[in-house]
């Protein structure tokens, strides 16, 4: 997931992740800390692999820009 688009796609995963009804969604604490809790979760992010070199001549190689992808 990138970014929500609209306030209720917030809704839907607030509903989802809490099973709160709507009711309790709009009334029951104020939004601003929906929003806080919601930025402050974990979440994962892909990072690219970290190289691995067998030898210095490798790594001197990468470093010179001979060796990168």
């Known amino acids: 997931m990138v970014g ?3 306030p209720f796609g917030l809704f839907g ?3 989802d992740k809490r099973g709160y ?3 309790q969604l709009m ?3 104020s ?4 929003i ?3 930025a402050d979760q974990p979440r994962h992010i892909k990072k690219s692999k970290v190289p691995v ?3 210095s001549n490798d790594l001197k190689n990468y470093l010179n ?3 990168r992808n």
């Open 65 to 67: 820009g001979t060796g």
């Open 21 to 23: 009804t709507h009711s």
């Open 36 to 38: 806080l809790e919601f």
């Open 13 to 15: 995963q607030i509903k």
């Open 27 to 29: 009334w029951g604490q």
């Open 53 to 55: 070199f067998d030898n």
């Open 31 to 34: 939004w601003l800390m929906y």
């Open 4 to 6: 929500l688009h609209s």
